[in-house]
């Protein structure tokens, strides 16, 4: 993916998350210890690829997974893999929002419908059946 859709994909995120949690610039700013013009460029779609300690610190303040941040900005996962859209994005990027969106909707059905977590294995647990 090019800096520049990774930049956007990324800044839309994080402000869809500060938006849907209601909060302005300046208190996401106050909660994580990020400047607010850091905030502002990386929402704006001006920086593809920031800290990994700015990231965990707007995703904590946020409460959104770090991993899909990660996943966003092409940095590997820290300890978990990403939820289904931000890998959407990450590994289809050329896929619209609104392919990704009803993807992670249908993702969501299916799962629910063979009861299983979204949340990933516990620690200690791996994949093998």
Do not use: W
């Amino acid at each position: 993916m090019r800096n520049a859709e990774t930049a956007q994909h990324l800044g839309e995120y994080l402000q869809k998350a500060r938006h849907t949690t209601g909060l302005t610039i300046r208190q996401l700013s106050e909660l994580s210890g990020v400047p607010r013009t850091t905030i502002g460029k990386i929402e704006r779609g001006g920086t593809a690829r920031p800290r990994p300690d700015l990231l965990t610190a707007v995703g904590t303040a946020l409460n959104v997974p770090i991993a899909d941040l990660y996943a966003l900005a092409n940095y590997p996962a820290p300890h978990n893999l990403p939820s289904f859209a931000p890998y959407l994005r990450a590994r289809y990027h050329d896929l619209s929002p609104s392919t990704v969106e009803e993807l992670e909707h249908y993702f969501v059905k299916l799962a629910q419908r063979d009861g299983v977590s979204l949340t990933g294995p516990q620690n200690g647990e791996d994949e093998k059946h």
